[in-house]
C-alpha cells in the first residue's frame, strides 16, 4: 500500500515537474516568438513534441481521458475571457454577421467538409459529417493571438466580425459533433430535444449567472482579498457546470456569462482583467503543449495527405463559400470576405472535440485525433503566419484603427491614474484660478481638500495656501520598447549610501525619479540613495 502510494506521489511529481519546466521554457520564449511569423501558439505544440514518445525527452503519454479534462477544464478560461474581453460596443454593428457565421457558417463548413471528405477520401457519411463537425469552428485562441501580438488594426470592424465570430461558434461545432456521436453509436435520440436542451439551457445557465454575479458584485461587499476575483472564477467554473448538469451546452453558457460580466460594470475590473489574462495564458501553453505530447509523431504520415487536402478544401473553398454566402447579402466588400474566410484557423476545441469523439468509441477509418492534430497544425503554420500579409496584401489594415479597442480590457490599461499635490505658501500655483494653471492638456483637477471642505472645482475656483489638489491624468501603459519598475531600498540593498553615479545600472535602464517619503525628487549623479526610498526606473 505505501509502495503504491509513494509510487503515484512519484508520477505526480513528475508531472508537476515537467509542468514547472514547460511553463518556465514558454515565458522564456516569449520575447522570441513575438518577431517570429508563425503563431506562438505553434511553437507550444512543437515543443510537446520535442518532450512526447518520438521526441528529444521520449515521454510516453497516451492518457486521452486525462488530456481530454484537463483541455475541457483549460478551455472553460479560454471561452469565458474570450466573452469577458468581447467589447459588445465595438462588435454591436457586425453582430448580426458575427452570429450567423457563428451559427449558420459552422453548419455550411461542417456540410461542406462532410461532402467532400466523403467524395474525395471515401468516408461514409456519418464519418466524414463527424470530421466536418469536428473542424467546422474557428479557434479563439488563434485569432485573438495573432490580432493582437501583429496588431492588426483592420478596416471595417473585421477585428471585432472575428473576435465575436471564432470566440462564439465553438459551442455549434460540439453541438454537432454531440448529435453525430449520438447517431454513430446508435443511440436513440431526439435531435430536436437535444439541440433544444443545449441551447435553452446554455442560454438560460449563462445569462441567469452573469446577471445574479453582476448584481452580487455591485451590491455586496467581499471583504476578502482579491474576493472578487476568486468569484469571479468560481462563477466560469460554475456556469459551464450548471449547464452540463442540465444536458445543456457549457461551453455557450461561460461564454455568454463571459460577455454579460465583461460588458458590465464591475468593481477591481483591473484585477479580473489582469487575473484572467495569466489564467489564460497559462491554460493555451498547457494545452497546445500537452496536445503535442499526446500525440505519436511517427503515426502523422498515415493521415498528413488527408488532413492536407481537407485544410486546403476548408481554407479555398468551403469557408469562402460559407462566409460569401453570410456576408454577401450585407454588401460586405469582397475583400473583407477574403481577410474573413483566411481567418477561419482551426484550433484546440477542434483537437479537444476529436479526443472526446475517440474516447466515445464510435468507428472511423482514420484516427480521428491524429487526422486533426494534422489538420490544426497545418492550418495555423498555414493560415496563421500567411494571416498578417493576406491582410495587407488586401489592403484591409486601417493605419488609424487600434485593435486593441475591440477588446474590453483596452479601457482598463488606459484607466485614469489620481495623483495629490500639496499647496504650499511659495507654491506658483498658490492663490491662482484654475482656469490659468499651466496644467498639461489630459490633467483634470477634480477635487480640492481645503480643511473640513471638499471642493470640487471649476475654472473660477481660486486655489489657496494649504489647499491639497487630487489631479486625475492618464495611467501610465507599459509599451514594447519602455516599462517602469518601482524598486524599494531597503537596509541590505547594495545602493544604500551611495550616489548615482556610484550605482552600476544594467543597460537599458535609467533612474528617472526618487520618492523619499512625501517628496519627490528627481534625481541626478550626485543624488545619494537612502534606506525607505522608493526608486522609479524606466527599462527599454
Known amino acids: 500500500m505505501v509502495l503504491n502510494e509513494n509510487k503515484e506521489a512519484g508520477v505526480l511529481n513528475g508531472y508537476l515537474l515537467l509542468m514547472g519546466i514547460v511553463i518556465i521554457i514558454c515565458v522564456g520564449l ?4 513575438e518577431k517570429i511569423q508563425i503563431p506562438s501558439l505553434l511553437i507550444f505544440i512543437g515543443l510537446g513534441m520535442c518532450f512526447g514518445i518520438n521526441g528529444i525527452f521520449r515521454i510516453d503519454f497516451s492518457n486521452y481521458e486525462a488530456s481530454e479534462m484537463i483541455c475541457s477544464v483549460c478551455l472553460i478560461f479560454v471561452m469565458f475571457y474570450g466573452g469577458f474581453g468581447t467589447s459588445m460596443r465595438e462588435a454591436r454593428p457586425v453582430a448580426v454577421q458575427s452570429f450567423l457565421l457563428s451559427t449558420l457558417g459552422v453548419a455550411m463548413t461542417a456540410g461542406l467538409v462532410g461532402v467532400f471528405v466523403h467524395l474525395a477520401l471515401g468516408l461514409e457519411w456519418t464519418q466524414s459529417l463527424l470530421i466536418g463537425s469536428v473542424v467546422a469552428s474557428t479557434d479563439a485562441a488563434s485569432v485573438f493571438n495573432i490580432l493582437r501580438s501583429k496588431k492588426l488594426n483592420l478596416k471595417n470592424n473585421t477585428a ?35 439541440l ?27 471583504r476578502m482579498e482579491q474576493g472578487e476575483t476568486i468569484f469571479v472564477f468560481a462563477v466560469a467554473i460554475l456556469a459551464y457546470a450548471l449547464a452540463g448538469q442540465l444536458e445543456g451546452n457549457g461551453y455557450l453558457s461561460v461564454y455568454l456569462c463571459g460577455i454579460l460580466m465583461g460588458n458590465s460594470y464591475l468593481p477591481k475590473k483591473r484585477d ?29 504520415p498515415q493521415v498528413l495527405l488527408s488532413s492536407l487536402l481537407i485544410m486546403v478544401f476548408m481554407t479555398f473553398i468551403g469557408r469562402p463559400i460559407a462566409v460569401g454566402t453570410i456576408l454577401l447579402p450585407f454588401k460586405t466588400s469582397i475583400l473583407q470576405v477574403g481577410v474573413v474566410s483566411w481567418a477561419g484557423l ?28 494534422c489538420i490544426v497544425l497545418l492550418s495555423l503554420a498555414f493560415q496563421g503566419a500567411l494571416l498578417p500579409a493576406v491582410c495587407r496584401k488586401l489592403k484591409m489594415i486601417d493605419r488609424s484603427a487600434d485593435v486593441l479597442r475591440t477588446f474590453n480590457d483596452y479601457r482598463e490599461v488606459n484607466d485614469v491614474s489620481f495623483v495629490k499635490i500639496p499647496v504650499g505658501e511659495d507654491h506658483p500655483w498658490s492663490n491662482g484660478k484654475v482656469s490659468q494653471l499651466p496644467l498639461p492638456k489630459d490633467f483634470l483637477i477634480v477635487l480640492v481638500m481645503r480643511k473640513e471642505e471638499k471642493i470640487v472645482p471649476n475654472g473660477d475656483t481660486v486655489i ?25 531600498v531597503d537596509k541590505n540593498h547594495r545602493c544604500k549610501g551611495k550616489t548615482l553615479e556610484q550605482v552600476e545600472i544594467p543597460q537599458g535602464m535609467l533612474i528617472i525619479m526618487v520618492q523619499r517619503g512625501g517628496q519627490t525628487i528627481i534625481p541626478r549623479g550626485d543624488t545619494l540613495i537612502e534606506e525607505g526610498d522608493m526608486l522609479v526606473a524606466a527599462q527599454f
Open 30 to 33: 516569449h520575447r522570441f516568438t
Open 160 to 194: 471585432s466580425l472575428l473576435e465575436l465570430e471564432s470566440g462564439s461558434n465553438d459551442p455549434v461545432s460540439y453541438m454537432l459533433t454531440i448529435v453525430m456521436l449520438s447517431l454513430m453509436s446508435g443511440e436513440s435520440i431526439s435531435i430536436p430535444l437535444l
Open 196 to 222: 433544444f436542451k443545449q441551447i435553452a439551457f446554455g442560454l438560460l445557465c449563462g445569462l441567469l449567472l452573469g446577471k445574479i454575479s453582476v448584481w452580487v458584485l455591485n451590491n455586496i461587499s467581499i
Open 272 to 300: 479580473l482583467v489582469r487575473f484572467f489574462d495569466v489564467i489564460t495564458n497559462v491554460a493555451q501553453m498547457m494545452i497546445f503543449f500537452l496536445l503535442g505530447l499526446l500525440v505519436t509523431p511517427v503515426e502523422l
Open 346 to 373: 482551426r484550433g484546440v476545441a477542434s483537437i479537444v472535440f476529436a479526443i472526446y469523439a475517440v474516447l466515445s468509441g464510435v468507428p472511423m477509418k482514420y484516427n480521428l485525433f491524429n487526422l486533426v492534430f
Open 464 to 488: 489657496l495656501p494649504g489647499d491639497l489638489l487630487v489631479i486625475a491624468a492618464r495611467a501610465f501603459e507599459d509599451r514594447e520598447n519602455l516599462t517602469l519598475r518601482e524598486i524599494t
